[in-house]
């Protein structure tokens, strides 16, 4: 029994002593950490008033938690603290696995000292402003499975020791400023499933070993300096659902081994140098939602094959030097919302499968033909510009009810705009300039509620006068009809498109005097009716408009009488031109307060003044 009685005291003994070494570990670590709060530049952050002398660290503090009285995790994740990690007590929390003091304003280095935390699992810096290189001392968090220092300022090298980290299943350190090359130690990390080194300064080649990493499912190195071609090895990383190599300086061909990654989702290498034809084994995948080539040297065909990725919803092949013609096969492509193909050299009529796209509300395509288009019922966005289109618009533009832009400028259209295009009461953008259209500007556009760009120019439309209908369109911004055979005189309603910042119509025939209800324009910046028949007086108004209106250009008109006198301080007319007129008097002094005057032209008037010696103080003339 007394051994009993003994055996029991000891026991009692050594709970006692533990429960006093929990105590004090716990009491050695709160106090480490109250001293690093008290570094704090926010000194009255409401997140973490918890952190006292008075209470328990690791029951009562906010983002801490403890296993066996010991601190296992601290997780303070967009809390507002302003601090550096200079005085951050590594040595005393031998016992922390997971550190997460992400989305804070974090400033400062990180300190070599991190390399005590030897028992870190999870380390998350992200979005903070920490500067400095990565310390190759990360390497001895051997035990470290997720690694996030993204969307800071670090700069230098890639420590080639964070290959050692053999448990890393995370490691993310993109939009920084990182340069160097990629340490081919990473291809030591079997188990990394996300590499994310996007955005940074990144240089020299892909290392062949990245193809090693078989648990790999997301790789982004995109928008760095990597140069070389697309390593074969990478057609290896059979779980790649993401794979992002664009906006860099890659070249060679695209390797056929891609087309093994199956599991593969989104496909982005635009923005490189690759040449060679587009591999025809992309089209085993099945899973590709993503296919994002453009702006390549890629030559050679569409490969039919493309036409098998049943799941794509994006499609973008722009400015290459594709040839040949658009396969048919792309006709089954059900779920494509965007396909573009313009800036290559693809020949031939758009094949009649492409109408039954139904899902497509994108299409921007280098053809000579529209006659499929108006079957695509869902299509948002119509952009074939500078494409050599010929002949008339078709009518059946008009079914296309959920068009919010037409971009069809700068070809050779003919013929007259059609009504039916007034249909299209979503429309936003209506871009039909530098063709050779005629006739009349269609009476159904005053539907238009929605339009904020009507750009004509450039063409032969020969309405006479600009049509009062156009006053309804009070969502526009800017109102282009240069180049064209306009008559009859400035509408007087003008102004009540309170919202039009460009109004340009020079190189036409108008006539009659200028509407004064052009100055309640109040976010005029352009007002162009250079090179008309318009006459009368300048309305004085116009000088008070200077200080929204950066352009005004009247020249070659048969305007008379004298110059607006009201040009007022904080002007930002940068460009004013009268030049050929029959204006008369002086030029106003109260130019000199447009300060940001670039080009004045008075030339071939009456004016009755010599060259004011005030206008040479304008510094920017």
């Excluded at 982004?220 to 990383?237: D, Q, R, V």
């Excluded at 061909?253 to 989702?265: A, C, D, H, M």
């Excluded at 006659?371 to 510009?385: P, R, T």
């Excluded at 002094?589 to 060259?611: K, M, P």
Aim: glycine fraction near 8%; charged fraction near 10%; hydrophobic fraction near 40%.
């Amino acid at each position: 029994m007394m051994m009993v009685s003994k055996i029991f005291s000891l026991l009692h003994f050594f709970n006692l002593l533990y429960l006093f070494t929990i105590t004090f570990a716990s009491t050695e670590e709160a106090t480490a950490l109250l001293k690093w709060k008290a570094t704090f530049k926010n000194q009255n952050n409401s997140l973490l008033a918890s952190w006292t002398p008075n209470s328990d660290g690791c029951n009562d503090w906010y983002g801490v938690s403890c296993f066996n009285g010991r601190v296992n995790t601290l997780n303070i994740t967009n809390a507002s603290v302003f601090a550096t990690l200079y005085a951050f007590p590594f040595s005393s929390l031998p016992f922390l696995e997971y550190l997460d003091f992400s989305m804070n304003n974090l400033s400062g280095i990180i300190p070599p000292e991190i390399g005590n935390l030897t028992n870190l699992v999870c380390l998350n810096l992200n979005i903070n402003q920490i500067s400095g290189t990565i310390p190759s001392q990360i390497g001895s968090l051997v035990k470290l499975q997720i690694l996030r220092i993204f969307q800071n300022h670090l700069n230098g090298p890639i420590p080639g020791e964070i290959g050692q980290l053999r448990s890393l299943t995370e490691l993310s350190l993109g939009a920084n400023s990182l340069n160097g090359s990629i340490p081919p130690s990473l291809g030591n990390l079997n188990n990394l499933s996300l590499l994310y080194l996007f955005q940074n300064q990144l240089s020299g080649s892909i290392p062949e070993e990245i193809g090693y990493l078989r648990s790999l499912t997301k790789l982004a190195l995109s928008t760095n300096s990597l140069n070389g071609s697309i390593p074969a090895s990478l057609g290896n990383l059979n779980n790649l659902t993401l794979l992002y190599l664009y906006e860099n300086h890659l070249s060679g061909s695209i390797p056929e081994e891609i087309g093994q990654l199956r599991s593969l989702t989104k496909l982005s290498l635009y923005t490189n140098s690759l040449n060679g034809s587009i591999p025809a084994s992309l089209g085993n995948l099945y899973n590709l939602s993503h296919l994002y080539l453009y702006k390549n040297h890629l030559s050679g065909s569409i490969p039919e094959e493309i036409g098998y990725l049943w799941s794509l919803t994006k499609l973008d092949l722009s400015t290459n030097s594709l040839n040949g013609s658009i396969p048919a096969s792309l006709g089954n492509l059900n779920n494509l919302t965007l396909l573009y193909l313009y800036e290559n050299h693809l020949s031939g009529s758009i094949p009649e499968e492409i109408g039954q796209l139904r899902s497509l509300t994108e299409l921007a395509l280098s053809t000579n033909s529209l006659n499929e288009i108006g079957k695509m019922k869902s299509l948002q966005n119509l952009s074939l510009h500078t494409h050599n289109l010929s002949g008339p618009i078709p009518k059946t533009i008009g079914n296309l009810t959920e068009l919010k832009f037409i971009n069809l400028y700068a070809n050779q259209l003919s013929g007259p705009i059609p009504s039916v295009l007034g249909n299209l009461k979503n429309l936003n953008f209506l871009e039909l300039w530098d063709n050779q259209l005629t006739g009349s500007i269609p009476f159904s556009f005053g539907n238009l509620r929605n339009l904020q760009y009507l750009s004509l120019g450039d063409n032969n439309l020969t309405t006479e006068g600009i049509p009062s209908f156009i006053c309804n369109l009070t969502s526009l911004t800017l109102l282009y009809l240069s180049r064209n055979n306009l008559k009859g005189k400035i509408l007087q309603r003008l102004g009540n498109i309170s919202g039009l910042q460009y109004v340009m119509m020079p190189h036409n025939n108008l006539s009659g005097e200028l509407s004064l209800s052009i100055c309640n324009l109040t976010s005029l910046q352009i007002l162009d009716l250079g090179r008309n028949n318009l006459k009368g007086a300048i309305p004085q108004c116009f000088g008070n408009m200077s200080r929204h209106l950066e352009v005004l250009d009247m020249q070659h008109n048969d305007l008379s009488g004298t110059l607006p006198t009201t040009f007022s301080i904080g002007s930002a007319l940068g460009s004013f031109n009268f030049h050929g007129n029959k204006l008369e008097g002086k030029i106003p002094r109260s130019l000199e307060n447009c300060q940001r005057l670039e080009v004045v032209d008075l030339g071939d008037n009456l004016l009755n003044d010599t060259f004011p010696m005030w206008l040479g103080t304008l510094p920017e003339l």
